[in-house]
């Protein structure tokens, strides 16, 4: 569910985050959230390249980021679900997890 106040837009981000579900049925893509951190470099990989979208994207505020990206999140995580790459109880832990995590830095930069 979009968050208040924020209009969704079902076609780019769900469009795209889906866009693949057929593949989801393939082995070598089929994998837990803990498999997927110790793959053969290509979590590392991904994440450079995420690191040079963002700078493309430093135009807008990181609130505005954040909210898309949880957009994006959230149809990314519908797909793994609809695909059954994952099951709901993993997907449940993942966003704990997330939630655990960044509070606890948040924390520690306070602390």
């Known amino acids: ?13 769900q469009a795209h985050a889906c866009r693949d579900r057929a593949d989801f049925g393939e082995p070598e893509r089929q994998m837990s959230f803990p498999d997927a951190a110790r793959t053969d470099g ?3 990989e991904c994440l450079d390249e995420l690191n040079e979208l963002m700078a493309r994207l ?4 990181p609130t505005v980021l954040a909210m898309a990206l949880r957009v994006h999140l959230e149809a ?13 109880e993993e997907v449940r832990d993942f966003i704990k997890e997330l939630e655990r995590d960044t509070l606890e830095y948040n924390a520690e930069q306070k602390g």
């Open 1 to 13: 569910m979009a968050p208040a106040g924020f209009r969704r837009s079902a076609t780019p981000v």
């Open 76 to 88: 990314m995580l519908q797909a793994l679900l609809e695909g059954k790459v994952c099951t709901r």
């Open 42 to 44: 290509t979590l590392e």
């Open 58 to 61: 430093q135009r807008y505020s």
